[in-house]
């Protein structure tokens, strides 16, 4: 597709259980973002990927929190043993190559929902 | 203190109004983005700017690297144009941090 594309676009599940979020960046970015937006907040940085490479983890708020990216393309976002505080809308965002002043292309997001 | 703060944090206008949103950093920034978040949540990147002015149709982006500011300039606004709008800037490699939004309600 054009754009980026995230899914699921909605999750339930269980506090205590693992979720797996996915991103799709717009084919030859090289740069992919993860931001969350909790109910009422802004928004707030996670983690960001060069390629496959994550030199910035420094947004990640524990470590039941985990992403991959491979090939240089699809992104996960993994969360384990989900807490009811982790209920957010979880946005992935690519740009071309990650330099400043490249402008970052969202995608529409998964709401997450911690029962 | 938050690095990024917007003002106001909700704006009402009638159609038509000449609408302002403002944007003040702290910190040494490299780019600044403004953002437009419709009620479905969805987000668009509307401008990005290091300098000066930059118009997109009825917007208009201005920053002022010394005095650490940026302004969203809305012309002949529309109810079309309600949504929340997201000041971030970027610090390096492109991480952004992002302000608390204008929630922005253009009534016909």
């Known amino acids: 597709g054009a754009g980026v594309s995230q899914s699921p676009s909605n999750k339930v599940t269980e506090k205590g259980k693992d979720v797996e979020l996915r991103c799709d960046p717009i084919?030859?970015?090289?740069?992919l973002y993860w931001y969350r937006q909790s109910l009422g907040q802004g928004l707030e940085f996670l983690i960001y990927?060069?390629?496959?490479?994550?030199?910035?983890k420094s947004g990640l708020p524990s470590d039941r929190f985990s992403a991959e990216r491979t090939g240089g393309s699809v992104s996960t976002l993994t969360i384990q043993r989900t807490q009811q505080e982790d209920s957010a809308v979880y946005l992935c965002a690519s740009s071309l190559t990650g330099w400043s002043n490249q402008p970052q292309h969202f995608g529409d997001g998964t709401r997450l929902s911690i029962l | 203190k938050n690095e990024v703060e917007q003002s106001p944090q909700n704006l009402t206008a009638q159609e038509g109004e000449f609408i302002t949103i403002n944007c003040s950093y702290s910190v040494g920034i490299s780019a600044l983005h403004w953002l437009q978040q419709h009620p479905g949540g969805g987000i668009v990147s509307l401008f990005m700017?290091?300098?000066g002015k930059k118009k997109h149709g009825r917007l208009i982006a201005t920053i002022n690297i010394q005095e650490k500011h940026s302004s969203l300039h809305i012309t002949a606004s529309h109810p079309r144009d309600s949504a929340v709008y997201i000041c971030?800037?970027?610090?390096?490699?492109?991480?952004?941090?992002f302000g608390t939004g204008t929630r922005l309600q253009v009534f016909p």
């Open positions: 084919s030859g970015h090289t740069a």
């Open positions: 700017l290091s300098s």
């Open positions: 990927f060069q390629g496959n490479s994550a030199p910035d």
């Open positions: 971030a800037v970027e610090r390096r490699a492109d991480k952004l941090i």
